[in-house]
């Protein structure tokens, strides 16, 4: 490019990788992407491209480095921190996230979408009391927006403001009834009552034309919760089963994949043997609490929240990225087969100590902190030799409680398995397998924790939790009214009510449908 000035230069090498990324040449888009930073050196936007490159390549380490650089730049242009706070969300390097957070303030000159994108970010890495004040930003500079009402509806809901959360819903969806969001997110907020639901008006918007799958999902997911309140099983049947065909219509996935992760989990063994736990550490003690999703995990999380030596901080993706980045792959979800082949040759004590200087920043001086991602129990292998003190606890559910919960569910495309009945029992099936095989290979590292026995005499499971923690009992965790920590989960509802035992199991009135679940399930 002899003759050319610089900046022209520049352009036509940024011009030039975008068209071969978009054409799906990443290597040769990398190549350009690296020729545009050689001409012009740590130019912010460039290093941000560069990390999405090597993020699609599977080079976790040389992503995460493009990502720190660019943030180490200082940059403060609106269109390149955006992109950079989704890069830093992925590794979860959330001090340097809300430094460019800190960048764009005060939230009064931010544009709209750029408040919400950004408190949709906060509230991914569990700062949902964070989000809520930009979104009231957002709300005051325009306070009939239907994406902030509804963005607010989420958070609100995370941090117990239900009766505001329901409020913005209706606000939304008076003025843009089309939002299929708004009347999942509605649905959940409250009992629908017979003189009191929308039962009539989520029909007639499942009913418009041209619905795409997502918002089929979402609708008929809403209407399923609201029929249920209602008492009327038949058709609350229906629109579930209508709402999981639609979700699972968007998700590819195979029964065959995840029994390959598993086998290939089951056979990892680690480099170096785990040295035994130390009685003592100056370091705060990791309580993991892990297992199926809708198994009881955020309850007994918010329950030890109540002890002042234990900070609650939620579902974390930090082990993940810990195990990202010493085999140096960016894998989909928690874990993948190509994580689980490299890490035996890696030191996973390397992983540990990634793993607790990455959530220090989080805690208060507390003796013990949980980590509550259900899907930890993965992780449980390479857990157990990176962190020889972390306490590991499972909670243990009955598995068609566990299995309708999961069914009954939307969430995002992290549990592709939870829509189909044959699909749920197959992945529980490997669930539980794996779940044996890590109590065989690590006896007395894990605790099972029954929830139908937590939730009938929760004070005598938690001196037992307490006791395998190395923890004192404390009364206030039974006090769980007046709790005021955002639960970022889908049991942010359910959570904040007391504990509640049923006698008749949710499931009961559905049995009939759910037979070939039960007979799936086994023994």
């Given at each position: 490019m002899n003759g050319i000035p610089p900046a022209s230069v520049f352009s036509v090498l940024l011009e030039r990788a975008e068209d071969s990324a978009t054409r799906g040449d990443i290597a040769h888009a990398t190549q350009l992407y690296s020729q545009a930073l050689d001409a012009r050196p740590e130019d912010p936007y460039t290093l941000v491209q560069l990390s999405y490159m090597h993020s699609l390549s599977g080079h976790y380490r040389q992503a995460q480095d493009f990502a720190l650089r660019a943030h180490a730049t200082a940059t403060c242009a609106p269109k390149v921190l955006l992109e950079l706070i989704a890069r830093l969300r992925t590794f979860n390097a959330v001090p340097e996230l809300l430094e460019c957070?800190?960048?764009m303030l005060p939230a009064s000159r931010m544009p709209i979408p750029l408040l919400i994108n950004t408190a949709a970010h906060l509230s991914y890495v569990n700062l949902p009391g964070q989000a809520i004040k930009l979104l009231d930003?957002?709300?005051?500079?325009?306070?009939?927006?239907?994406?902030?009402?509804?963005?607010?509806?989420?958070?609100?809901?995370?941090l117990g403001r239900f009766h505001e959360a329901e409020?913005?819903?209706?606000?939304?969806?008076?003025?843009a009834p089309e939002i299929a969001q708004g009347w999942w997110l509605q649905a959940a907020l409250r009992k629908q009552q017979p003189t009191s639901h929308h039962v009539n008006a989520i029909r007639a918007q499942l009913n418009r034309p041209n619905r795409d799958p997502s918002d089929i999902a979402l609708l008929a997911f809403a209407l399923h919760k609201e029929l249920d309140d209602?008492?009327?099983?038949?058709?609350?049947?229906?629109?579930?089963?209508?709402?999981?065909?639609?979700?699972?219509?968007?998700?590819?996935?195979?029964?065959?994949?995840?029994?390959?992760?598993?086998?290939?989990?089951?056979?990892?063994?680690?480099?170096?043997?785990?040295?035994?736990?130390?009685?003592?550490?100056?370091?705060?003690?990791?309580?993991?609490?892990?297992?199926?999703?809708?198994s009881g995990t955020t309850l007994l999380e918010q329950l030890l929240d109540g002890s002042p030596n234990v900070h609650g901080i939620g579902e974390l993706y930090d082990f993940t990225s810990a195990m990202r980045h010493v085999t140096d792959h960016h894998c989909r979800?928690?874990?993948?087969?190509?994580?689980?082949?490299?890490?035996?040759?890696?030191?996973?004590?390397?992983?540990?100590?990634?793993y607790l200087h990455g959530i220090a920043w989080r805690l208060r001086g507390e003796a013990f902190f949980t980590d509550k991602l259900p899907s930890n129990f993965l992780n449980i292998g390479f857990i157990a030799s990176a962190l020889p003190n972390a306490k590991i606890l499972h909670m243990v559910r009955d598995p068609v409680e566990t299995c309708f919960s999961n069914l009954r569910e939307l969430f995002s495309d992290a549990n592709p398995y939870s829509y189909d009945l044959q699909e749920l029992a197959a992945y529980h099936r490997q669930y539980r397998a794996l779940m044996a095989h890590w109590h065989r290979r690590f006896p007395g590292r894990i605790l099972d924790?029954?929830?139908?026995?937590?939730?009938?005499?929760?004070?005598?499971?938690?001196?037992?939790?307490?006791?395998?923690?190395?923890?004192?009992?404390?009364?206030?965790?039974?006090?769980?009214?007046?709790?005021r920590r955002g639960?970022?989960?889908?049991?942010?509802?359910?959570?904040?009510?007391?504990?509640?035992?049923?006698?008749?199991?949710?499931?009961?009135?559905?049995?009939?449908?759910?037979?070939?679940?039960?007979?799936?399930?086994?023994?």
């Open positions: 957070v800190e960048r930003e957002a709300r005051r500079a325009d306070p009939d927006y239907p994406t902030t009402l509804l963005a607010r509806t989420q958070v609100l809901t995370y409020q913005d819903a209706a606000r939304a969806l008076k003025r209602l008492g009327d099983v038949t058709g609350a049947w229906e629109a579930l089963m209508l709402a999981c065909r639609a979700k699972r219509s968007t998700l590819r996935y195979d029964i065959s994949e995840s029994r390959q992760l598993m086998q290939a989990l089951a056979a990892f063994e680690p480099s170096e043997i785990p040295t035994t736990p130390k009685k003592a550490t100056s370091a705060p003690t990791p309580i993991f609490i892990v297992g199926m999703h809708r979800g928690v874990v993948d087969t190509t994580i689980a082949e490299r890490a035996t040759g890696v030191n996973l004590t390397e992983a540990g100590q990634r924790v029954d929830y139908a026995h937590l939730v009938r005499k929760p004070e005598e499971v938690l001196r037992k939790i307490c006791g395998f923690c190395g923890l004192d009992f404390d009364p206030a965790m039974l006090e769980l009214a007046g709790r639960v970022v989960t889908a049991s942010a509802v359910q959570v904040r009510n007391h504990i509640e035992a049923r006698e008749v199991p949710k499931w009961a009135p559905y049995a009939e449908f759910l037979a070939p679940l039960i007979q799936a399930l086994g023994p």
